[in-house]
């Protein structure tokens, strides 16, 4: 095998710990939270999209901004008074990838390529953070740096 496919291997079977964003420092909100509460995190956080966690601080789903302004979408206008009412679980994706911290860097890298951010658990699938699509490409980018 020559050097760059060593490389090259090295890097896909990396496994993804050293990359998480902990849970921390990741805007989230709770299943049963209020539209207007999410929408008040999104804005404030400047995040498109965050994590939802229920209360034993496992990932159900994730929340964006366009989902909460489609739920309130009226006829004529947007019906802001109703956000107070409906919650987060009622609107929230659900369908969403999540990774282990053991997963490869191969995989991640698959899976970002539909997904701004993925949601990592752990074994007990408690929330441990998120990978984002800009720390892959990050060290995508120091791979070729360093190989050209
Ligand atoms: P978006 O919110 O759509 O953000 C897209 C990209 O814009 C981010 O890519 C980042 O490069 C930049 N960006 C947006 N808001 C920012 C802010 N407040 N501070 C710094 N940079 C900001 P990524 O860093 O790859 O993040 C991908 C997606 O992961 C974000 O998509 C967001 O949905 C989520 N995300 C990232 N960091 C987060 C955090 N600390 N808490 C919650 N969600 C996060």
Partial sequence: MTIDRLKQSQLMSKE????IISHEKVAHVQLQNPLDHALLIL???????IPVLDNDFRVRGQISKNEIL?????LERLEIERLHDITVETVM???IPRLK???????ALTTSINHPFIC?????ASFVGILTR???LALVNRYFQQST
Wanted: charged share 35%.
């Fill in 16 to 19: 993804i710990s050293d990359l």
């Fill in 43 to 49: 804005i404030k956080s400047g995040y498109t999209a």
């Fill in 70 to 74: 489609d739920s309130i979408l009226g």
């Fill in 93 to 95: 994706k659900k369908k």
């Fill in 101 to 107: 911290t053991d997963t490869t860097f191969s995989k």
């Fill in 120 to 124: 990592i658990e752990d074994e007990e």
């Fill in 134 to 136: 800009s720390s892959i």
